[in-house]
């Protein structure tokens, strides 16, 4: 299966832990993006990221949030000292270059918060 | 103000029937837009592009750009139950980042 791979699909973390959330793009995709879902909302842009760097994190929280793209391995999605607020679906999607919209999907991270 | 909007719906149409989704959007320089299906705990899934003024047609589905009114569209014709989703329009704003409207949820009745 060469598609975007998340893990883990479910992951429990209670107050104050930090969350960790990974993504591994479709094989010669080089960018990912991040989006938040809330339960019956839309999907929220937090940060579009290529390898090494960081294109745009216009829509990443300021504090606890952070998100990486290594030259070798996955993207991370980190979040430092979870709240219950930030329960939610996180979707990775990769495109195979700047500019290129969120071709294929991850089937998301869902995180609960306790 | 919102970069990408839609009605939030739900839109429920009978079976065979044209379903109508709309998007408006607000960055100009906006040059790409797309259609995505999301069925309830799954994840989106690309159905339909756009990236000139006019029509673009694909099987049962068609998207609609008119850049001077910042208004996408996409019809899906002979509607059909398995077509019940939530459908998200999205644009690549100039910042080379794709932003997502809230979707609007479709219901096809048998």
């Known amino acids: 299966n060469a598609g975007v791979m998340q893990n883990p699909r479910h992951l429990v973390r209670r107050r104050g832990q930090e969350a960790r959330l990974r993504c591994s793009p479709m094989k010669g995709h080089s960018h990912v993006y991040w989006y938040r879902q809330l339960p019956e909302e839309g999907l929220k842009f937090m940060v579009y990221?290529?390898?090494?760097?960081?294109?745009?994190e216009s829509g990443m929280p300021k504090e606890r949030f952070s998100a990486e793209f290594p030259k070798e391995g996955p993207s991370i999605l980190r979040i430092q000292q979870v709240v219950r607020g930030d329960s939610a679906a996180y979707f990775c999607?990769?495109?195979?270059?700047?500019?290129?919209?969120?071709?294929?999907f991850g089937n998301g991270t869902r995180l609960t918060v306790t | 103000q919102k970069e990408v909007e839609q009605n939030s719906g739900p839109l429920s149409v009978p079976e065979g029937a044209i379903a109508s989704l709309n998007c408006t959007y607000s960055?100009?320089?906006?040059?790409?837009f797309f259609w995505y299906r999301q069925y309830s705990g799954k994840s989106p899934e690309l159905i339909m592009f756009i990236y000139s003024n006019g029509d673009k047609e694909d099987g049962r589905f068609t998207a609609q750009l008119n850049k001077a009114s910042q208004y996408v569209s996409l019809l899906i014709r002979d509607s059909q139950p398995s077509d019940s989703a939530t459908y998200r329009c999205?644009?690549?704003?100039?910042?080379?980042?794709?932003?997502f409207g809230a979707g609007t949820r479709l219901f096809v009745k048998a």
């Open positions: 999607a990769s495109s195979p270059g700047q500019g290129q919209p969120p071709l294929h």
């Open positions: 990221l290529q390898k090494e760097n960081i294109i745009d």
């Open positions: 999205a644009a690549t704003t100039g910042g080379f980042k794709t932003i």
């Open positions: 960055d100009r320089g906006s040059q790409s």
